[in-house]
DNA sequence: CGTTAGCTTGAAATCTGTCAATGATTGTGG
DNA sequence: CCACAATCATTGACAGATTTCAAGCTAACG
């Protein structure tokens, strides 16, 4: 099935869009995701590259796009993961670890954050929000191994249609794209230390999509212009982006 | 520091070797090791090739050599992970997710089984085993991020070494390799499937190895011969194996 | 002893990276 | 408002790494 038909964002959710990927778990009742908004959240505005330090908080991103980043031993950076409004900033709060990687924003962003003892507490009280970070954890993970199977098994023109459908569902689901349009905020060295390409490869390939009628840009917008196409050449299917249990 | 020097494995640990990842965690008491391992354990043989089935258990390899894969449309299958002995060979216990990817064999193995329902009412009486699970589940994720970059950014040569360098450290943390030198039970395609080589480029790769004296075979047997250089080549740090709180 | 899976080798093709130069765009300070 | 700098996008030529194809070889195993 292709992705312009699924619709896995039917239920109505309660409270802010901010929660939408923990309530698309669908293990949240009403009142839990009340509870989560009953934190003490602050709002954090951050600079295109700067840098976003979780180690006390929960962090949700609320606008802007981040990547989790590593910079190699030869000071070459490589962008890990992908970041976007919505998402869990960095899930040491569950997993009790730091990571190696680093949050890095690539464009002016903001991010919600909330004290990391009171989300322990709560989770405690509530053991749905746990189970919801987790299952959110879970996807996440499954997110990585697809950008795996992209880089090691397809090809530039593969991964970058890949790419760029994963984008256009995960920011459909939070409303930041319509019609297959969305802004693609981020120059083509980024895309090209996220997809493992040089960044004149990437123009490249940007280029043939053009060419082939895929896609269309303006400016930072970008149109998909035959979804069914981009998703046919990526092999694409968004199943490993939802709660499938 | 070169991982020849480190000894993360210092701490005596009670109960049986297979509880060895999750005592390194630190979170454990001696009777939440005990407590594990009153659980009913059952233990399942599985031939090369076979796959193991993790709906129902928590399952722990106890030997032989399993990965994570994924089959792609092509119908090409695609190695995501290794599981060596000791390691846990899915999570979905603690994610409640089930993944998009299959456990599979690549030699003989045998894995020990403890039923799900069990483990989670044990997680509520002991949450430092949940922690430690989850623990381990960090540093897998850790793993499989650190593949990706091997995959992305370093050549075949840098790829063997790092896998061969990795590979060694985890089998000799669970005493299954000594003196650098351990069992490499796989074929080369496989490890193709797993470093995303082709069958040949593996091949030519472990004879420059050869050529350069740094690892030696006898049949499955594999010698590290000059760890250090191995490690350089690689870019090899094991701080994302460990549990680096 | 034959069969089969896995290993090895060579040659050619292909994809992608690197280098280097030129445009385009954006933001800034005068 | 303009000149300027800086960053980003684009283009061409070339080099290099890796894949693919095809063929032998080896070793294990019934």
Redesign the interface.
């Known amino acids: 099935m292709l992705a312009s038909n699924v619709k896995p964002f039917e239920t109505p959710m309660p409270g802010p869009v901010i929660f939408k990927r923990l309530w698309e778990t669908g293990?949240l009742k009403n009142n839990e995701v009340a509870a989560l908004a009953g934190l003490s959240w602050t709002r954090q505005n951050v600079p295109a590259d700067g840098s976003i330090d979780s180690r006390r908080d929960l962090c949700l991103l609320s606008s802007g796009m981040v990547f989790r980043q590593?910079t190699?031993?030869?000071g070459?950076r490589?962008l890990?993961?992908m970041v976007v409004p919505g998402d869990i900033c960095c899930?040491a709060i569950?997993?009790?670890?730091?990571?190696?990687?680093t949050l890095c924003a690539v464009t002016p962003c903001t991010v919600m954050r909330a004290p990391m003892e009171e989300v322990i507490t709560l989770c405690e009280h509530y053991p749905n929000i746990l189970?919801a970070l987790?299952?959110n954890?879970?996807?996440d993970?499954?997110v990585?191994?697809e950008?795996?199977?992209s880089?090691?098994?397809r090809t530039a023109l593969e991964r970058m249609a890949h790419f760029l459908c994963e984008l256009e569902f995960r920011l459909r689901r939070v409303r930041l794209a319509d019609h297959a349009q969305f802004l693609l905020n981020m120059t083509q060295a980024d895309m090209g230390a996220y997809l493992?390409l040089s960044a004149v490869h990437v123009n490249r390939t940007l280029q043939e999509l053009r060419r082939r009628g895929l896609v269309r840009t303006v400016g930072a917008r970008i149109n998909l212009l035959d979804q069914a196409e981009l998703q046919r050449i990526a092999?694409f299917s968004p199943?490993?982006l939802t709660?499938?249990?």
């Open positions: 293990l590593r190699m031993e030869d070459v490589r890990m993961s899930y569950v997993t009790g670890h730091m990571t190696l990687s189970a987790l299952a954890l879970s996807i993970t499954a990585t191994e950008l795996l199977l880089i090691g098994h493992a092999g199943a490993y709660d499938a249990r």
